[in-house]
């Protein structure tokens, strides 16, 4: 897993879930439900001060979990990639944090290597 700050663009359900991203010039299709958390940031460190009542996006990040799968191509064939993203609350900016390692192919047993 690594952590990033990369930019990325991502087309939302109505309900405001990602559904689709754009990423290093590749189009994916979300391909399981998103999972949707906060995380505290260091806001001191970027914000000389806390104006009265901005609360959500100046304390927490909003984080999505996804899943991908690439549009064009076959969506059997190819490992769903992890990806954690943040949207900034104010600016509605979608930021790449993590990526997760992709699941490992399936082990083969001792029995069938030979």
Excluded at 7 to 15: A, L, P, R
Excluded at 35 to 42: A, G, I, K, S
Aim: some cysteine; overall charge negative.
């Amino acid at each position: 897993m690594g952590l990033f700050s990369e930019s990325v663009e991502v087309g939302c359900t109505e309900t405001g879930q990602p559904n689709t991203v754009q990423w290093k010039g590749t189009h994916y299709s979300v391909c399981n439900p998103p999972e949707r958390w906060y995380e505290r940031r260091q806001w001191w460190l970027e914000e000389s001060r806390a104006p009265l009542g901005t609360g959500a996006g100046l304390v927490d990040h909003e984080i999505w979990r996804v899943q991908l799968q690439p549009l064009h191509t076959d969506a059997t064939a190819a490992e769903p990639i992890t990806l954690d993203l943040v949207r900034h609350v104010n600016s509605g900016r979608w930021r790449l944090l993590r990526i997760h390692a992709a699941a490992p192919a399936r082990a083969v047993e001792p029995d069938e290597a030979a």
